[in-house]
């Protein structure tokens, strides 16, 4: 059964870094492109940041260029993102999901066309 589980999240003050990780179990992440989703509270679901599936194109929503940083570790079966100079609207349930549809990772991102999801992880920014 594929699983995506990410882990990571937390309460952090503004101005602070978190670095969120979604593990993969059940198939090998190598095939698979992946996205970081996040959802606030009465907001619809954003695209955070895509990677393709050999690392060589991402792409990030303008609220997070910058700041953020995905990457891939396919020996560990992760994917990363890396969150810097967090703000207080960076707050939400951050998700990860994995595909192998055709897309541009900037397509991937605006779509969400991806076929497993993990659970989320929560994270706070607040001083």
């Known amino acids: 059964q594929l699983q995506l589980v990410e882990s990571g999240g937390g309460l952090v003050q503004p101005g602070g870094s978190l670095r969120l990780s979604c593990a993969a179990s059940g198939f090998t992440l190598d095939f698979y492109a992946i996205g970081w989703f996040r959802q606030a509270p009465g907001k619809e679901r954003e695209g955070v940041s895509c990677?393709?599936?050999?690392?060589?194109?991402?792409n990030y929503a303008d609220s997070v260029k910058g700041r953020f940083t995905i990457s891939r570790d396919n020996a560990k079966n992760t994917v990363y993102l890396q969150m810097n100079s967090l703000k207080p609207e960076d707050t939400a349930v951050y998700y990860c999901a994995a595909g192998t549809r055709l897309l541009s990772v900037q397509a991937m991102c605006a779509s969400a066309l991806l076929d497993s999801w993990g659970k989320g992880t929560l994270v706070t920014v607040s001083s």
């Open positions: 990677i393709s599936s050999s690392g060589r194109s991402t």
